[in-house]
């Protein structure tokens, strides 16, 4: 099983990003499937996931702003994230059972 994010980047507050995660060695319909983050000197928490019925949940802190989705054929997860704010800065990680990916690093700061 192998996960490929991509997608951060730096970004003004306010602005966005559109996160991707890509799976190989697993059918990504299959599983629940979720992006978490770690911000700087912050333990890695959860900020969103979609279950495999397409159910989507939510961290408080980002709701409204950030929009999780999965295209199942072309094995890849998304997370839209909107109205960027600094505290929003961490890298963020997919996950699907104990796997996790790389982790694609997000700044926002003007």
């Known amino acids: 099983v192998q996960l490929q994010a991509s997608g951060g980047g730096l970004v003004q507050p306010g602005g966005s990003l559109n996160l991707s995660c890509t799976g190989s060695g697993f059918s990504l319909g299959t599983y629940d499937i979720g992006w978490f983050r770690q911000g700087p000197g912050k333990e890695r928490k959860g900020v969103s996931c979609?279950?495999?019925?397409?159910?989507?949940f939510y961290a408080d802190s980002i709701k409204g702003r950030f929009t999780i989705s999965r295209d199942n054929i072309r094995r890849t997860l998304y997370l839209q994230l909107d109205s960027l704010e600094p505290e929003d800065t961490a890298v963020y990680y997919c996950?699907?059972?104990?796997?996790w990916g790389q982790g694609t690093q997000v700044t926002v700061s003007s």
């Open positions: 996950h699907v059972l104990e796997y």
């Open positions: 979609i279950r495999r019925d397409g159910t989507t």
